[in-house]
């Protein structure tokens, strides 16, 4: 396939956002470092942290269209045991720079990290803001199958019509990445995208890689073709695909050249049509009874 223009850059956010037009960017998508010690950031404390991005998040603003969005996608800051959500703490600056938030999206997934001192962390999250209460949003886009696509009003002027959109319903805001439902059991207000684990096809070399269709759904809501999306912190470029692959120009910087090359070459299968990524709405693999990991291990039989 032909990719449109991007830039991809082993670059300072703030640096490269202070090269670009103001409202230049349609969507500004992203998952910023967690502040939890991976081998690309340094840990320091939550203050810290949050200071250390406020000169960024004022760029991201500026270089915003009026029309645009950004998504903000993070999880928990763990210090001694104790959780600091960090969409909290972000939240307030967001909203100083005049931004609006419009859903505070949760990204359910169904594994992870065990604990032993309080319960696994299954979940994060992403702060849907649009610059303006003028906005793009192509809800057909996004679309998701009614579980009861015949259902009928009951009562008023509209008795006896069906009451559903023939395209399928709003997929919500709480979007489940869980290995038990299947893609047309939306009876719980989900979207499922498992998160990129061992076994899953786009894993790459990355230890915080989110899965293409988290950023695929946001972009095909929120831009239109060859609107501009820039990820600041783009690691092995799954938004950059995600915006290609739609036909979207797409802008991504990371600090660390690995991860730059990486994408890099998921970009280029990309381009060759040779590129694997895991199939929007596609269903979830469900282990069947027979499967070896779905069987009570045989050291456990001997314990009863």
């Known amino acids: ?17 202070k090269s670009l037009s ?44 009026p029309d645009g969005s950004l998504c903000w996608q993070t999880g928990n800051y763990v210090d001694n045991g104790e959780i600091y959500p960090l969409d909290i703490y972000f939240y307030p600056y967001f909203k100083r720079l005049g931004l609006h938030l419009r859903n505070r999206i ?58 559903g959109n023939p395209k399928g319903k709003n997929p919500e805001d709480v979007w489940e990445m869980t290995v038990e439902r299947l893609v047309d059991d939306w009876d719980a207000q989900v979207w499922e995208i498992p998160n990129v684990k061992s076994n899953h096809p786009e894993k790459v070399e990355h230890p915080c890689q989110f899965p293409v269709e988290l950023a695929e759904r946001c972009v095909l809501a929120l831009t ?5 999306v820039y990820d600041p912190f783009a690691g092995v470029g799954s938004s950059l695909i995600a915006a290609l692959k739609n036909g979207r120009r797409a802008y991504g910087t990371d600090l660390e050249q690995t991860y730059i090359d990486i994408g890099l070459g998921r970009l280029q299968k990309l381009a060759q049509d040779a590129l694997i990524t895991r199939p929007i709405y596609q269903k979830i693999w469900t282990p069947k009874p027979t499967d070896k990991v779905a069987q009570i291990p ?7």
Not at 1 to 17: G, I, K, T, V, W
């Open 224 to 228: 239109n073709e060859n609107d501009i």
């Open 22 to 65: 103001p409202d230049s960017v349609k969507l500004i998508i992203t998952s910023p470092p967690y502040n939890i010690g991976k081998e690309y950031e340094s840990r320091r404390s939550i203050d810290e942290y949050i200071s250390g991005l406020l000169p960024a998040l004022e760029e991201f603003v500026r270089i915003l269209a």
């Open 1 to 17: 396939m032909e990719l449109l223009n991007y830039r991809y850059e082993s670059r300072d956010a703030l640096e490269f956002s």
């Open 106 to 163: 949760v990204w359910h997934f169904g594994h992870g990290l065990h604990c032993s001192k309080r319960f696994s962390g299954r979940y994060e999250t992403i702060l849907w803001f649009t610059k303006s209460d003028e906005y793009t949003f192509n809800l057909d886009d996004v679309r998701i199958p009614s579980k009861y696509p015949g259902k009928r009003y009951f009562k008023g002027e509209k008795k006896g019509q069906v009451s």
């Open 298 to 304: 045989e050291e456990w039989r001997r314990a009863e």
